[in-house]
């Protein structure tokens, strides 16, 4: 199945993404090459929460045992590591059958409907956790 999308938009689709991954990168290596968790990205620039926001700091409270604290720092965080493993176990799949990786929109879909949902519950969540 080709694109319906002009060759141009591919292209500028394509540089686009290539940036703000290298950003992205280039963003989490500073952080780190000083030795702290890097902040959300959506978070700086705005002040306010991304919708993975507090995502590391609840994953590490949940493996401590504090479930309570993990769901109040990021309720969303299990769903979205599950997410985040399945889609890369999909791509991984796709790519060892030499196949172009496609994730199936239901996947799609899952992971607008967790972001969105994670998102509502930073916002309405302590801001002590943002």
């Not at 591919?10 to 500073?30: C, P």
């Not at 700086?44 to 949940?62: H, V």
């Not at 599950?82 to 996947?107: D, K, T, Y």
Request: aromatic share 14%; hydrophobic share 55%; glycine share 8%.
């Amino acid at each position: 199945m080709s694109s319906s999308l002009p060759p141009w938009r591919r292209r500028l689709l394509a540089w686009v993404g290539t940036v703000s991954f290298v950003g992205y990168l280039g963003w989490n290596v500073w952080w780190l090459a000083q030795g702290e968790i890097p902040p959300a990205i959506f978070k700086a620039l705005t002040g306010y929460p991304a919708p993975t926001t507090g995502g590391t700091r609840s994953m590490r409270l949940l493996l401590a045992g504090h479930w309570r604290e993990s769901l109040r720092a990021n309720a969303m965080a299990v769903p979205l590591v599950l997410l985040f493993v399945g889609s890369l176990a999909w791509a991984a799949a796709e790519w060892w059958r030499r196949a172009r990786p496609r994730i199936p929109l239901a996947v799609v879909w899952a992971w607008a409907i967790v972001l969105a949902v994670a998102w509502v519950l930073k916002l309405v969540g302590d801001p002590r956790y943002w």
